[in-house]
């Protein structure tokens, strides 16, 4: 959901990460009759406006945690009419969605996991370590704990765990202590203030050798651990690709290694047999029920990123069902070993 912005008219268009590709690649799933498209992660509605406008046979079922991006994609929607459905939800939960749909299979799957324009740059949300605002970071705002309750109830181990293992920050103990002494004396409620306290925290050579913010990784590491992203993408990854037809497509855009690693793992095991080493022939209930259409992760163009320099992380990975079969009960089975 990373787009870039250009003031039109005085309306900001928004132009999703890797677009173009993203539909080429999608377009075998969605030619047929009747294709379903499931965009889990709709934020704004401009991937999914474009495959609307691409596919016009398409019809499109958007998900979104963030009440506010839902209400901006329906707008900008509204002219595809009863092509659009769209829920309040989070990702993990789309076969309850499908379900409430009377939807069975869907022929693509697209998840977008980077941060929305919207929610980095509007004031208030807390997410961006570049403007001082209240400390928040819910997408979803009817609920949940903000990152202020998080920073000021934590224990100190359990915020250290937070920042190593959602942030892979080395200086995890040196913030942490920092945090505690500063909210002892008063609560921290704004991410100005925490951007303050990261900083002095980390030594000053280090903090002007390391490129990107230095409250880049604790900013990170506290979404994750506020939206528990590392809790649902785990789980809607098999959900989404037992949902797909065969002959479907999903694609997933991921922007920092952490996303990017349950991905990568969860495809290659769908696109990989299951039988025992040795076997002669590998019958067919144990075959592999997908198959890679990019091999490995594709990055965004130079021409891209000198656009939108936002898109310079993304990595995309996109796979194909050819065979019917669980992938859930699967994945199940190698969690519990």
Known sequence: MLMATDAIAGDAVHIPVMRTRILDLLSPALEGENPVHLDGTLGMGGHAEAVLNRFPRVQLVGIDRDKQALAMAGARLESFGDRVHLVHAVHDELPDVLDDLGLGNVNSVLLDLGLSSLQIDEVG????????????MR??????????????????????????????????????????AERDRQP???????????????????????????????FQALRIAVNREMETLPAVLPRAL?????????AVLAYHSLEDRPVKEVFRDACADTAPAG???????????FSPVTRGAERPDADEVSTNPRSASARLRIIERIRPGSVSSQHATKESR
Do not use: C, W
């Open 125 to 136: 949300r807390g997410f961006s370590y570049s403007v001082d605002s209240r400390l928040d």
């Open 139 to 180: 997408m979803d705002q009817s609920g949940g704990r903000t990152a202020a309750e998080i920073v000021n109830a934590s224990a100190p181990g359990d915020l250290v765990r937070i920042l190593r293992e959602y942030g892979e920050e080395k200086f995890a103990d040196r913030i942490v202590r920092a945090i505690v």
């Open 188 to 218: 921290i409620e704004t991410s100005g203030r925490l951007v303050d306290i990261i900083s002095e925290a980390i030594p000053a050579a280090v903090r002007h050798k390391r490129s990107g913010h230095p409250a880049k990784r604790t």
């Open 242 to 250: 037992d949902r797909l037809a065969v002959g479907g497509r999903m």
């Open 279 to 289: 076997l002669p022939m590998v019958p067919e209930s144990m075959a592999a029920k």
